[in-house]
């Protein structure tokens, strides 16, 4: 029998402010990113004044109109003497029609392949997905890495979207189904797991499915005769199962990778600069707009004459755009003092590179600057720093590391240096397990397990021991 009954329960919740939010989003911007949400902001709020950005190109209608107002211009509006349109405008200029149509004709032939969050966000507005969902989707989808997995942070997007993890998961879900499928997946079993559906029809997908859920590790650490005892098959249904399993990809997204990049400029927000006391973290405030209060409108509202009703929504202007001028200092003073810590905990990276790194977490950068490790996180997203070693991401600064034998702490990047030139120097014929690996590494100074091993051996894109010889035996 079901009983009904009310209860009462208490409950904590965070309910962010307006302003606060605004920071959170402004911080996790880049450069071009805040630029364009300053010109929009601009745009819907008559009381910031209007003032020229600092970037400005001027182009050819702009030079032509120059030289109209000039006394030595011809009738036409041209330069008499020592005038010369920049090239790819002449035709446009001269009214050459051959040229137009050659210019025309290579316009024409000019491509521009779709890349992953273009296929992706194309799929989504023909989807199913919920019109309410549609702003976290594309949110979600923009933390994409080049695999196409999900690299974002699941925490940050709940403070910025004010949405509950379930609704993000959920979400995040529906994106794995698009094409490529397992898409936006946290992680390779994720994503090949959001894959089975290729296998319909197939003896193995249960298979398949089991080995993934129980058993990925073991795959790739080449444990064949625990995960044929582990699932009771045998070595023969093994390599059926394996071969199936490899008709699946871990890296839907890469066929993408390099799509759309060939014009893709990096714009540094943070210039390492050499001072008399060190290296200190120059942040560029000239690239972005200048926004102020139109005093026309403070006028207005300070005027007796002005009615109750245009005070009111004046007023309401003026605090919103004061708001975001407060929240673009904020995002530029947090900007400049994580940077100046990462600069001052890297020492060795003025010197080495990347390879004089050393082991740095974002909770040591936020103890040091006074905030929340998710403010660094939110912070070094997608912003690069220019430095002597040339333009770096500034997540690319923090690294784990491991302790060598004289006790010293070194980065991930000069371990797997080390992985890959012991990797190298092997026999070709028979190469080195993961565990030999590990037992080598460890003999040259670098604690290192063999699950991690396998892990870095991974990332640097060096295959497992079987197929590094079948790779050298084809």
């Known amino acids: ?67 109209e107002e000039r006394p030595d211009s011809d009738q036409n509006g041209y330069p ?36 992953l969050e273009e296929h992706l966000l194309v799929q989504l507005e023909l989807s199913d997905v919920p019109q309410e969902d549609m702003p976290i989707a594309e949110v979600l989808i923009g933390e994409l890495d080049d695999n196409g997995l999900f690299a974002g942070s699941i925490p940050d997007l709940m403070m910025v979207t004010g949405e509950s993890e379930a609704k993000i998961l959920s979400v995040l879900k529906r994106i794995t189904e698009l094409d490529p499928p397992g898409c936006g997946a946290r992680n390779a079993k994720e994503c090949l797991l959001a894959q089975l559906d290729k296998l319909d029809g197939s003896p193995f997908k249960e298979d398949v499915r089991e080995l993934i859920e129980r058993h990925l590790e073991d795959v790739a650490a080449g444990h ?94 003026i605090a919103a755009a004061r708001a975001i001028i407060d929240a673009v200092q904020k995002r530029q003073e947090t900007i400049r003092g994580i940077s100046q810590a990462i600069i001052d905990a890297q020492p060795g990276f003025f010197e080495h590179g990347l390879k004089g790194l050393k082991p740095l977490t974002m909770q ?72 030999k690996l590990s037992e080598m590494m460890k003999k040259a100074g670098y604690h290192v397990a063999r699950r991690t091993v396998a892990k870095y051996r991974g990332a640097l894109g060096i295959p497992g021991t079987s197929e590094r010889r079948v790779a050298t035996t084809r």
């Open 1 to 67: 029998m079901m009983n009904m009954s009310v209860h009462q329960s208490q409950t904590q919740t965070m309910t962010l402010a307006p302003q606060m939010r605004q920071g959170i989003e402004l911080l996790t911007m880049n450069l071009p990113e805040l630029r364009l949400r300053l010109d929009k902001e601009m745009s819907e709020n008559p009381c910031i004044e209007d003032v020229e950005q600092t970037l400005v190109t001027k182009t050819v209608s702009d030079k032509l109109k120059e030289a």
């Open 80 to 115: 008499e003497d020592d005038y010369e349109p920049e090239y790819g405008t002449a035709a446009a200029i001269t009214g050459d029609e051959e040229a137009n149509e050659r210019r025309q004709r290579f316009f024409d032939n000019q491509t521009k392949e779709e890349t």
């Open 224 to 317: 064949i005769a625990v995960i044929e005892r582990d699932m009771g098959i045998s070595h023969e249904r093994y390599a059926d199962i394996l071969r199936e399993l490899r008709t699946l990809d871990p890296f839907p997204g890469r066929a993408f990778a390099h799509r759309g990049k060939s014009v893709a400029y990096v714009n540094p927000e943070v210039h390492a600069v050499l001072t008399k006391d060190g290296w200190w973290a120059d942040v560029d405030d000239r690239s972005i707009p200048e926004i102020h209060i139109s005093p026309k409108y403070e006028r207005m509202l300070n005027d007796p004459n002005t009615d109750r009703q245009t005070k009111s929504y004046i007023r309401e202007r």
């Open 364 to 435: 040591q950068v936020a103890d040091k600057v006074g905030v929340h490790h998710t403010t660094v996180s939110r912070t070094v997203r997608d912003k690069y720093i220019s430095t002597p070693k040339g333009v770096v991401e500034l997540k690319k600064f923090f690294t784990s590391g491991v302790e060598t034998d004289s006790g010293e702490q070194v980065s991930t990047d000069a371990v797997k240096d080390k992985l890959k030139s012991i990797i190298a120097a092997e026999d070709k014929s028979n190469p080195l397990s993961d565990e």
